[in-house]
């Protein structure tokens, strides 16, 4: 569904609460031609984030955009109305093998 490619680094170390991925777009911004991993970027003045690998940028035909990824226990820990069940803050996506009956698994209102 969304396949990462690594230039730099790995995903080791993603679950760890201050990590963060860099698209090679943003790695050429900040460091130029230098390699990141290691290194640290300060996010909204607040706090230090240590860089764990640059994945290329994603395709433009996908629908999910991003220039960087966090774990998103930072973004829950910041935004503590995410800890109710009738909070719909996040989208979730959710890939389902061939075949899967949808209907018989998840309750149909679920589904939009």
Do not use: C
């Amino acid at each position: 569904m969304l396949q990462l490619h690594f230039i730099k680094g790995s995903a080791a170390g993603f679950d760890q609460l201050h990590s963060l991925v860099l698209t090679e777009t943003m790695s050429k911004k900040f460091f130029g031609e230098a390699d990141p991993v290691g290194k640290t970027l300060l996010v909204n003045n607040n706090q230090e984030y240590k860089i764990i690998g640059v994945v290329t940028d994603p395709p433009r035909n996908v629908s999910l955009r991003f220039t960087w990824m966090a774990p998103v226990e930072n973004f829950i820990s910041q935004n503590r109305w995410l800890n109710s069940w009738n909070t719909y803050g996040i989208s979730t996506i959710v890939e389902l093998q061939p075949g899967t009956d949808v209907r018989g698994s998840i309750s149909s209102s679920l589904l939009y």
